[in-house]
């Protein structure tokens, strides 16, 4: 295989799985709480967190590359306390990930969790378990078939990512490069082979991952969760 | 004596259906009873019940269960449920799916105790089905693993939120008596919430009654809701279970508090308004009955 293409898928799936990863960890809590939370602002942070769903990527793109800058406080702090530059590097596009997929992974949680009969946690804590052990013991394993969908939606959007990655990431090879990109680029230099190879790849992983996603929910329809 | 006691005193206003409702309910209850907390829907009963366990907050409150105040918030007291030692059984039985049976059970345990397991799952019966999860039990079934898993704290409270409303008659009548042997199993207070006749009269060592988020009565299911004229003379609670007529009469046939079956005549206009299910009351008038030794 070709290093550069081959460089370019693991760029790809490294933000991917990086991505879903943080997310993952990030989603527990954050649809949690907002599955539960009586919060009053509680609407507008569904809001924030949805955004990417109807926004140009580019819009998105925009902003973050305008907080990375280091004539704005965020990037300036980034730079002159942590020595960081953000912008056109594989963090940057990784945060950015993060939040371009944010609504991927904590929609079907806040929905999984929604769904489930307020008595089940009741009935936890009246049984004297706190929290926490009511999430990972009663509430988590009853909404597996949701957590499998926003994890492989993750995923499956991560590998997708075209228009975030390219404002903020730029096209380096072996650093911001990833497939979706790269297919634009050899078209655009008249490379159909390669453009059709990375096309087939990102096709067949994302139709796998959606083909996962609903054998699982067939076999669980009792659980909406999206 | 003031530590055999259930002090309760909570204020709510509640917003329900019918308008809103100014919650006000003070008693005083005898612990180990199994207390019956009867009214119509809407009454604000299982309101209350919410409140005891510590899942609702009331606008005012104090409740002290034997030596400990469980809320006080005059003095910023208010235990969380997990602090308070009940067994609490939903109305959907909230039993949790991806366990079986006995690790429902075991969850609910303070430490695992295996031989206590096995203990509950013998008394009620569920031997065949612990190692099945709750989608694949009937509606009897889950309930008995509620109560089950309810106990298997070892609460100081039981409180039973409408736990046979989802049941149909017969399974309610066999289950009544497993609420009965829970009872008698634990001797903890239990406080079970209903608007059936039928559980007042067979359950109850006394009723509260509520309407409107007010106490109307709290005293025994006789002096309740049985005429006082006919005291002092052989009385017996149970439901009717059947209504054959006969030539000239009727047949009824009447399952008492005890599981005894008793076949008692009545005239057609006895039973007017009677159906299957309904509690009634057997008594005899004039000379009868007669006794003889056994």
Redesign the interface.
């Known amino acids: 295989m070709d290093p550069a293409f081959a460089e370019t898928l693991w760029v790809t799936f490294k933000l991917a799985t990086l991505t879903t990863l943080i997310l993952l960890i990030i989603g527990l809590p954050f649809s949690y709480y907002l599955a539960y939370s009586e919060f009053r602002l509680k609407p507008l942070v569904e809001a924030m967190v949805s955004l990417p769903l109807v926004l140009p990527p580019s819009v998105i793109g925009y902003y973050v590359l305008v907080a990375y800058s280091p004539r704005y406080w965020f990037g300036d702090m980034l730079s002159r306390v942590f020595n960081v530059r953000l912008a056109f590097s594989f963090e940057g596009i990784l945060i950015a990930s993060v939040i371009f997929s944010l609504p991927f992974m904590i929609q079907p949680l806040q929905n999984g969790l929604r769904s489930l009969?307020d008595?089940?946690r009741?009935?936890?804590?009246?049984?004297?378990?706190?929290k926490t052990v009511s999430f990972f013991?009663?509430l988590l394993?009853?909404i597996k078939p949701s957590l499998i969908t926003a994890l492989a939606l993750t995923f499956a959007h991560s590998i997708g990512e075209f228009g975030v990655v390219l404002m903020v990431g730029g096209n380096m090879p072996g650093k911001t490069r990833v497939a979706s990109i790269a297919i634009y680029d050899e078209v655009q230099s008249l490379n159909f082979d390669t453009a059709n190879h990375y096309a087939l790849i990102l096709f067949l992983a994302s139709f796998i991952l959606l083909a996962l996603i609903f054998t699982l929910n067939k076999k669980h329809d009792t659980w909406k969760m999206m | 004596m003031e530590n055999d006691v259930i002090e309760i005193d909570v204020e709510k206003v509640l917003i329900s259906a019918g308008g809103i409702i100014n919650m006000h309910i003070k008693a005083t209850l005898g612990i180990g009873e199994l207390l019956v907390i009867f009214g119509n829907s809407g009454a604000g009963k299982t309101t209350l019940l919410r409140i005891i366990s510590g899942l609702t907050n009331p606008d005012r409150g104090y409740l002290k269960v034997g030596k400990s105040v469980w809320l006080d918030t005059g003095a910023g007291i208010n235990r969380t449920p997990q602090e308070r030692n009940i067994g609490f059984m939903f109305q959907d039985f909230a039993l949790f799916p991806n366990m079986t049976v006995s690790e429902n059970i075991v969850y609910a345990q303070k430490e695992k105790n295996i031989g206590h397991v096995h203990e509950l799952i013998e008394k009620f019966g569920l031997s065949e089905f612990a190692g099945r999860r709750p989608a694949k039990l009937s509606g009897g079934q889950k309930q008995r693993v509620a109560l089950a898993r309810a106990l298997a704290r070892k609460p100081e409270l039981l409180l039973l939120d409408e736990p046979l409303s989802a049941l149909d008659l017969k399974t309610r009548i066999l289950l009544q008596d497993e609420i009965m042997k829970a009872h008698t199993f634990t001797h903890a207070t239990t406080l079970l919430v209903t608007h059936d006749l039928t559980e007042v009269f067979r359950l109850a060592h006394k009723v509260l009654k509520i309407e409107n988020g007010q106490i109307v009565a709290l005293c025994t299911p006789d002096e309740l809701f049985l005429n006082n004229q006919i005291s002092g003379k052989v009385q017996i609670t149970g439901n009717v279970v059947k209504i054959e007529k006969q030539d000239t009469f009727y047949l009824l046939t009447v399952v008492t508090g005890m599981n005894q079956i008793i076949k008692v005549t009545a005239f057609p206009n006895d039973i007017e308004n009677l159906h299957e299910g309904d509690p009634v009351i057997v008594f005899s008038k004039a000379f009868n009955p007669i006794i003889m030794r056994l």
């Open positions: 009969p008595s089940l009741e009935a936890s804590y009246t049984l004297g378990k706190s013991r009663v394993p009853n």
